[in-house]
């Protein structure tokens, strides 16, 4: 055991927001059960900046600055210099767990080839997405697939906590977002909900007739409301959609992932769509409820102690407002 706690592993993550965090209770894994010591991130540096000190990972690494393109070549005509940077950018690790690549053989023999150039390591390959059949939550196909493919597993079981708080701001992170609601003319003296009517498709987004209206009864019965909107949601909404947005609570706009998570640790309940946003919310441990539309909550939910999944009808999701839908939301996030 103690040699496996000085050992480092990397976890290749090159997804979007959501499933970085969803690697979370796997980095959790090979550091609680299998010992690990130290665990790098290699993914988008713009969505787990603020990993370290926070979370699992203890180091993020940007997917830039690895010429990993090379390792998609057929294996026959692959080719490592001497002091190759591919092959310095996997020295230090005695595991390395890709989410890159996982369907295509070349690149698994062309990364295992790499990294045994300077040392032996265990080199697994694991699939970003789960089949279309699979009933798995994701975080839990990650471990089990992680387990089946790691041959000295020897029968270990690994089911996911599903309130485990996987991000843990710091009492720095808390102030700097008092700091910055603060500017945007948010009340600290009433209980905050941030919304975030967006998500990566715009199939996924619920009617934002509901977000407002649900908006301005939270602000009736007390409470303090602020609207996260960035790039996607500002192009995606009617202009007259957003003028209606802001004349019922402030707004946070192009907005950076430290300044969100920033922001959640001073929020009381958080509301959204299947997005990475809400994966954050339910991964701080933030009351989160999740409108679902076409995608599977039972596969795709948001990891948290209180997290709460609704599932609306597909038709007019995205079109129609639902009051019924509404109250049920407003009682799950105790407003």
Known sequence: MAAH??????????????????????????????????????????????????TAVDCVRSLETVPLH???????DFQLKDKDPLARAFVDYEWIVSFLGASNRDFEANLTFTVYSSHSADVLTLPLVPPPECQLHVADYYIE?????????????APVDRSAVL???????????QQLLGKLGVSLSEPLLVMHPGSGGAS???????????????????????????????????????????????ILQEH????????????????GNDSGISHMAGAMGLRTVVM???????VYCPIGPDVRAFCGETEGF?????????????????F
């Open 292 to 298: 679902f539309g076409g995608t599977n909550p039972e």
């Open 70 to 76: 090379k390792l998609f070549v057929a294996s026959g």
């Open 145 to 157: 697939t992680f387990l089946a493919k790691y041959e000295r597993a020897e029968g270990r079981v």
């Open 256 to 271: 950076a992932l430290t300044e969100v998570m920033c922001v959640l640790a001073c929020a009381q309940a958080f509301l």
């Open 204 to 250: 996924k987004c619920w009617c934002v007739e509901n977000y407002l209206a649900i908006a301005e009864q939270a602000v009736r019965r007390g409470g303090s409301v602020l609207f996260l909107l960035g790039p996607a949601e500002l192009e995606r909404l009617d202009p007259s959609a957003v003028q209606r947005i802001a004349a019922t609570a402030p």
């Open 5 to 54: 706690r000085a050992m480092r592993a990397l976890i290749i993550q090159p997804g979007a927001i959501g499933d970085c965090i969803l690697t979370l209770p796997l980095a959790h894994y090979l550091k609680e059960s299998l010992g690990i010591g130290s665990i790098d991130l290699l993914a988008h540096v713009s969505y787990v900046d603020f990993y370290p000190n926070r």
């Open 167 to 177: 991000i843990r701001p710091s009492a720095a992170d808390r102030a700097n977002g």
């Open 318 to 334: 995205t079109r129609q407002a639902s009051p019924k839908l509404q109250a049920d939301v407003l009682g799950a996030l105790c």
